[in-house]
């Protein structure tokens, strides 16, 4: 899907956990997340912290957007 | 012939072990001094020459989200058993389970130096990553082919243990590896490429010497320049659909994608939303549809002006041994719609 999406002309940011998935599908940018049954958040977390944490994630996709890259790249830290 | 047996570990996932489903897909590895599960068959199919001496299991999602630290862990629990080979999977279509099986097939050849194999479909993510430095054995798309694989399997297993010379991809029965080797044969190259050149003419069957890779990959876009004025979508493989799953999406092997209207909504609660996705454990999901689609996060951000704005729909599929052709498609479809709604850049999440 996120291949289809570049495809199509869009800039897309793939936020995933698995990152070797994502590179295999050939997503161009990549922002690794907390865990496979919640990418966003983390239950383990008061809801105010958690939500922290959800838009420092939100907002390193919206940085990786806004990030020229000439290939894969994972935006880590 | 009362020679010594093989010594075999087998690897499985908290599924193929009995252990549980989604719900257990985060225990941490740990081994067994038993047959287990699949490890029945595996171990008729391997007969006297080889015996499973331990099965080493761990949850898929402990695994996918810690991929180096689980490898070590479970490389540890193998090596107690002293293997001459390990065995791992079949995986079938099961994407976390494929990624695990290849990166312990990896780190057993390259730590501990032994051989090891295993079986999963080929559209399987783990197919594509480990392909190329692990014996991979197709399988169909569900454990429905399980009889069929544990045979060749085994027998595979028993070659690479004899430390017999494997032959090529075709001949063997493995998925191409991408390895070109130096054969002898009787008739020239030039001769060999006429053949083949006359038989394409004719529109004869042939098969090239030098299959050319497969990449498909697509160059990234430009950035969004002005974040401030851009329209951002929301689209998820994570399954989160509205309450009630109205277009009955699939928990897995989605056929479709749906689409739903996010007007007048601040964030999704588990009052409006749900995930469809059959492939992991939903209770967080559910709980909180945010953490897989951040729409309350999102608002925040267009009230503060920092992106223009959410676009007015999003897109849900289910990722769960969806096939590539479908997904392409799904994405295709999806990314038509997204431009002619005006919209700048996509934030596509996956569980």
């Known amino acids: 899907m996120v291949k289809e999406i570049e ?15 994502s590179l295999t599908v050939g997503a161009n940018r990549i922002v690794p997340t907390v865990a496979i049954p919640h990418p966003l958040g983390d239950p383990e977390l008061p809801e105010a912290e958690e939500k922290v944490l959800r838009r420092a994630l939100v907002e390193k996709a919206l940085k990786a957007l806004e990030t020229p890259v000439d290939g894969q790249h994972v935006f880590e830290e | 012939m009362a020679e010594k047996k093989f010594r075999v570990v087998h690897y499985l996932n908290q599924f193929f072990a009995q252990i549980g489903g989604e719900e257990k897909a985060n225990i941490p590895p740990e081994s067994r001094a038993e047959v287990v599960g699949p490890g029945l068959g595996l171990k008729a199919a391997l007969g006297q020459e080889a015996e499973i001496v331990g099965t080493v299991i761990c949850g898929d999602s402990y695994f996918g989200e810690n991929m180096e630290a689980a490898s070590a862990e479970v490389l540890n629990l193998i090596k ?4 001459d080979l390990v065995i791992a999977g079949p995986a079938f279509n099961a994407g976390r389970y494929g990624a695990a099986c290849g990166a312990v097939c990896a780190a057993v050849q390259r730590e501990l130096n032994l ?37 060749k399997l085994a027998a595979f297993a028993l070659k690479l243990a004899r430390g017999e010379a494997i032959g090529d991809p075709a001949e063997e029965g493995y998925i191409a590896r991408g390895i070109r080797k130096n054969i002898m044969t009787h ?19 042939f098969t090239t010497e030098l299959p ?24 998820t493989s994570g399954g989160i659909v509205a309450k009630g799953n109205p277009d ?7 056929s479709k994608f749906g689409k739903y209207s996010l007007a007048g909504l601040d964030n999704m609660t588990s009052e409006t939303h749900e995930t469809a996705h059959g492939g992991y454990d939903p209770t967080y999901a559910n709980d909180d549809p945010d953490r897989v689609v951040p729409l309350d996060v999102m608002r925040d951000l267009e009230r503060e002006g920092k992106i223009g704005k959410v676009f007015e729909y999003f897109y849900a599929t289910v990722g769960n041994g969806t096939s590539v052709a479908n997904a392409a498609k799904f994405g295709a479809e999806i990314a038509k719609e997204l431009k002619e709604g005006g919209v700048t850049a996509v934030i596509l999440t996956s569980t």
Request: charged residues 20%; proline residues 13%.
């Open chain 2, 248 to 254: 009955h999406i699939e928990a897995s092997s989605a």
């Open chain 1, 7 to 21: 495809r199509a002309g869009l800039p897309v940011v793939h936020m995933c956990t698995v990152v070797p998935i």
């Open chain 2, 80 to 83: 107690e058993f002293e293997p």
């Open chain 2, 212 to 235: 050319m890779p497969a990449f498909d990959r697509v160059a990234p876009n430009p950035p969004v320049k002005d974040m401030a004025q851009a329209t951002i979508a929301l689209v």
């Open chain 2, 115 to 151: 051989p090891a194999v295993t079986a999963m479909y080929p559209e399987n993510p783990g197919t594509d990553i480990y392909k190329k430095e692990v014996y991979i054995l197709p399988t169909g798309g569900s454990a429905a082919s399980m009889r069929k694989v544990l045979p």
């Open chain 2, 187 to 205: 008739k020239p190259g030039a001769e060999r490429a006429m053949e083949m050149l006359l038989a394409k003419i004719k529109g004869q069957p």
